[in-house]
């Protein structure tokens, strides 16, 4: 009895401790994840950008230095552009992307403990209409030949 009693006090105080321990690194910080896939040979930007409340994510990505461009018809409701890539000869955004060479918008949420069952999926509003909050991450993957590899 005095086992599970213990073993019980153990585990919520690594729940508790593990919960500071996110809270503190994620209170000011959106985590954004960039994978340029064969656009750029490979190429992956990991940064924490620094928020003290709610954004929305165009916002985020200009404090961080990325420029998004939008399609010529559909505006931002569609990324066609991340840092000129890809570039004009490649792509004309005038309408949409082709289905298997386009930026896809991941979000996930916060972790929360003890029970941390958010994962990684698709944003589900345009990038100027997507919110985000300190300790979220944010993540641009081009698709390569049609498939997306989650962060």
Same mark, same amino acid.
């Given at each position: 009895? +005095?086992?599970?009693?213990?073993?019980?006090?153990?585990?919520?105080?690594?729940?508790?401790?593990?919960?500071?321990?996110? %809270?503190? !690194?994620?209170?000011?910080? +959106?985590?954004?994840? +960039?994978?340029?896939? #064969?656009? %750029?040979?490979?190429?992956? $930007?990991?940064?924490?950008?620094? &928020?003290?409340?709610?954004?929305?994510?165009? %916002? $985020?990505? /200009? /404090?961080?230095?990325?420029?998004?461009?939008?399609?010529?018809?559909?505006? $931002? %409701?569609?990324?066609?552009? &991340? !840092?000129?890539? #890809? !570039?004009?000869?490649? /792509?004309?955004?005038? &309408?949409?992307? #082709?289905?298997?060479?386009?930026?896809?918008?991941? +979000?996930?949420?916060?972790? &929360?403990?003890?029970?941390?069952?958010?994962?990684?999926?698709?944003?589900? $509003?345009? *990038?100027?209409?997507?919110?985000?909050?300190?300790?979220?991450?944010?993540?641009?993957?081009?698709?390569?030949?049609? /498939? *997306?590899?989650?962060?």
């Amino acid at each position: 009895m +005095i086992n599970r009693i213990l073993a019980s006090v153990v585990v919520l105080v690594l729940a508790f401790t593990g919960l500071q321990f996110i %809270d503190k !690194n994620d209170n000011n910080c +959106i985590n954004l994840y +960039i994978d340029y896939g #064969p656009l %750029d040979s490979g190429t992956k $930007l990991n940064k924490c950008v620094d &928020v003290s409340t709610k954004i929305i994510a165009l %916002d $985020l990505l /200009e /404090e961080a230095n990325i420029k998004i461009e939008g399609t010529n018809r559909y505006g $931002l %409701d569609v990324v066609c552009r &991340v !840092n000129g890539l #890809p !570039n004009r000869n490649m /792509e004309s955004c005038d &309408v949409m992307p #082709p289905e298997n060479a386009y930026w896809a918008i991941l +979000i996930k949420e916060k972790q &929360v403990l003890p029970f941390p069952t958010k994962e990684w999926g698709w944003g589900q $509003l345009a *990038i100027d209409q997507q919110y985000l909050k300190p300790g979220d991450s944010l993540g641009l993957v081009f698709a390569d030949k049609g /498939e *997306i590899k989650f962060p």
